[in-house]
């Protein structure tokens, strides 16, 4: 059975926050809230935990999954960012967006596209989730909760624990999230191509 872990939404108790990243960190599977809707969420390096979301979410080989980062500088550490591309991200972020872009050597090889050796990025504003990267000290590997017979996310903490009890390790709950997917721009060719269109504005990269 997977634990229930109430975080309050602006001032995350450290103690709640220590037991979650200890969770992460001994190989375990999250699903968290987010400025844009629920993720599911495993240490970077957790092959384990990504065949899992795979599982889940009955995902193919190319589904691009997320590096959740703290900020711009862990950001460049795992992908590239020419000056232009920089400008444009920086202009939205934090906020409920996710890039594609080229991944750095620092990436492992199974979260890549195939072909183009690409991952998602993405910089949040949520109280609780700049708390977990803060105390994590590196990216969450992530990918949006959407289950296979849903359209939706799902976006109440009891109703993923009921879904999700005995295929995830832990049920974060930190109050309201929303309810919509971020929107998702691909950098890689070094111009925006909006693959979908979320929370984030995406006029913005039109």
């Not at 220590?18 to 968290?32: P, T």
């Not at 970077?44 to 997320?66: P, Q, V, W, Y």
Request: glycine content about 8%; aromatic content about 6%.
């Amino acid at each position: 059975m997977a634990r229930f872990i109430d975080v309050h939404p602006q001032d995350p108790q450290p103690r709640a926050i220590s037991q979650i990243v200890d969770l992460v960190k001994s190989g375990g599977l999250i699903a968290y809230p987010t400025d844009s809707c629920y993720a599911l969420g495993a240490q970077m390096g957790n092959k384990e935990a990504l065949d899992r979301i795979r599982t889940i979410r009955r995902l193919d080989s190319k589904h691009h999954f997320t590096l959740v980062c703290k900020d711009f500088a862990q950001l460049g550490q795992f992908v590239n960012v020419g000056n232009d591309v920089f400008r444009s991200i920086k202009s939205v972020t934090p906020g409920s967006y996710t890039f594609i872009l080229p991944a750095t050597k620092e990436v492992p090889r199974r979260l890549l596209h195939p072909k183009k050796k690409t991952v998602g990025v993405r910089i949040p504003d949520h109280r609780f989730v700049q708390a977990l990267l803060a105390e994590l000290g590196e990216p969450i590997l992530s990918s949006t909760l959407l289950l296979p017979d849903q359209e939706d996310p799902l976006t109440q903490g009891w109703e993923i624990k009921e879904r999700l009890d005995h295929e995830v390790d832990a049920v974060v709950d930190s109050g309201d999230c929303g309810a919509e997917p971020t929107t998702v721009v691909d950098f890689s060719s070094g111009t925006a191509e909006i693959v979908r269109r979320g929370t984030g504005d995406p006029s913005r990269f039109e």
